[in-house]
């Protein structure tokens, strides 16, 4: 993340009982501009606000409707509990900053940011994994259309895998598409150059 967010006219969602802490963090979050709502029930997934500040210490797992800590949406835990099954529950649910409790109005910014960042940084590695799992799903095809290339220009595998290469840099299409298009028939075979 490049820059800090504006968090202005953003729905936090406080899970938590009302106490002191609360309070004071309902005040920081509107102070910088955001909408909040408190409760102490599980939260839909039909009704997902901007971001989440869940009570990590009396948690449990369907108060969040997400598993495996890749949240749609950015998540702060508040902890006041060194208890390591406490920590872990809030990794757990996608946690990218704590807030340590009793709350510091210090600390809530920084958290929300640090939150966010974290958030953004997950999304784009999962996107990145996403797109290189789906190119090897497909190295099949490159290998086909390879194959392809060499009975058609007698030529080996590292020159048919050359002309394959050229051939989609020009075109300007990713290899595992033109192979596919290759495999297919619906491009013809590329020219031995």
Not at 91 to 120: F, R
Request: aromatic fraction near 6%; charge should be negative.
């Amino acid at each position: 993340m490049k820059n800090t967010p504006n968090f202005t006219g953003w729905h936090v969602a406080i899970l938590h009982r009302e106490d002191s802490n609360t309070e004071r963090l309902t005040r920081q979050l509107k102070l910088l501009g955001l909408r909040t709502s408190l409760r102490w029930e599980p939260i839909g997934a039909h009704e997902l606000p901007d971001m989440v500040i869940v009570d990590a210490d009396q948690g449990w797992d369907d108060l969040l409707p997400w598993s495996g800590g890749n949240p749609p949406l950015p998540v702060v835990a508040l902890l006041g509990s060194e208890a390591p099954g406490r920590i872990a529950w809030a990794l757990e649910q996608g946690a990218g900053a704590i807030i340590a409790k009793p709350v510091a109005t210090s600390a809530v910014y920084p958290a929300l940011v640090m939150a966010v960042s974290i958030h953004e940084e997950r999304r784009a590695i999962a996107e990145k994994l996403q797109y290189l799992e789906e190119r090897v799903r497909l190295r099949p095809l490159v290998h086909a259309a390879v194959q392809k290339l060499m009975a058609a220009h007698d030529v080996d595998e590292e020159r048919a895998y050359a002309i394959l290469r050229n051939c989609a840099m020009r075109r300007r299409l990713p290899m595992e598409q033109l192979s596919a298009f290759i495999v297919g028939g619906a491009e013809p075979l590329p020219e031995a150059s």
